[in-house]
Structures are given as C-alpha cells and as structure tokens.
C-alpha cells in the first residue's frame, strides 16, 4: 500500500471517530427521523427518488461516499446497500454508455495517458481487468465509468463484474452510514460493537488492493 493511500485511510478513520464523537456529545440537537421522514413522504416512490439522484450524480461527476453513507442512514445497512449500488451502477453505466457513443474525445482527453493502460488491461484480461480497476482505485470511480466506456470490454461484462466488485466497498460505506441513528439513540454497548465491526470492515476494503496487487504479482504455472 502507497503512503498516500495510508495517508487517505488514516484520514477516513479520524473522520469516522469524529462523526461518532460528535453524534454521542450532540445527540440531541440531530433528527435523523425528520430526515427519513423527507425520503419516507415520496411514499413508495422514496427508494427510486433516492436511486435517481445517486445515478444522477454519478454521470455528473458528484462524489458518491457522502449519499453512500446518507443511504445507510435512511435505509440501513442491507436495503441501503442494495438502493446505494443500483444508483452507482446505473449511473455507471450511463456513463459507460455515453462514452462509448456520444463523448469518445472527451473522455479520452480526460484520462490522458491512463487511457492506454486501460486499453492493454481490458485487451489482456477482459472482465477480471475491470473487478481489478473496481477493487483498486486506479482511477476515481465517476472518471472511471466513463472511461472503460472506450474499452472493448462487453456491456454486459462491464455491468456483471462492477457489480460484484463495487459491491464489498458499498457495503462498508453503507454500513458506516447506518451507524448514525446507533450512535445518536442507541445503548453504549450496542455503539462499541457496531463501531467495531464498521472499522473492521474499514480496514478490510484499506487492505484489498494491497491484497490483489500480491496475488497479481505471484508467478503462475
């Protein structure tokens, strides 16, 4: 693992001890309920509501952690994760698709010199190419959809292996988010052991691009 990816590790946790400090000492100045009651008032429609805007972002280039952590707050950990990576991957896929047929120049352009690499790697590797870029931020993720959108890679290759390996990271951030009403309602007991489990799981995503770049690196028979 690079310093700077330390570097970035060491500031997500400090963030995330901070949020939870200030949810324990401020916890009742903070209505999470109002704010589930805004998502709740669109009715059935509130998920789909949540879902658009997270595709939305996505194409536009917003980053994406902060509605991660805002859909495991409102929905919780597992329907959270599952609202959180269908916007991720529609977005992605948009994208992908805009790239492809609409803005080919631009995108190349704006990936520069990584653009060859993502070209040999999808070339060599196909689908186990982009589970790769999707465990190991090559690149940030919104640049990132757009630009396997100028590989030859199969659409719906693309979309089966961005689902399976976006899936680890969105479930960590999600369940992070989830934390918020724990730490504002629930009993000390309860917040030390989903803190735990949520740094836990901080810790394995930190460690999964140092794991692949290992195993990429290992000789094969």
Sequence with gaps: MTKNAVFRWIIVVFMVILAIWAGVNYRHHLDIHQF???????????PVVFIGIYALATVLFLPGSALTITGGLVFGPLLGTVYNLTGAMIGATIAFFIARYVASDWVAAKTGGRLGQLL?????????FVAIVRLVPLIPFN?????????????????????????????AYTYLGSLGETVIHGEAQTIVTRVSIAIGLLIILACIPWLVKRLRKQPHD
């Design 120 to 128: 040999k790697g999808v070339e060599d590797e196909g689908w186990k």
């Design 36 to 46: 589930q009651a805004t998502i709740a008032s669109f009715g059935i429609w509130g």
């Design 143 to 171: 640049l990132l959809n757009y630009a396997l959108g100028l590989t030859k890679i199969n659409p719906l290759a693309y979309i089966i292996a961005s689902i399976i390996f976006m899936l680890p990271g969105a479930f």
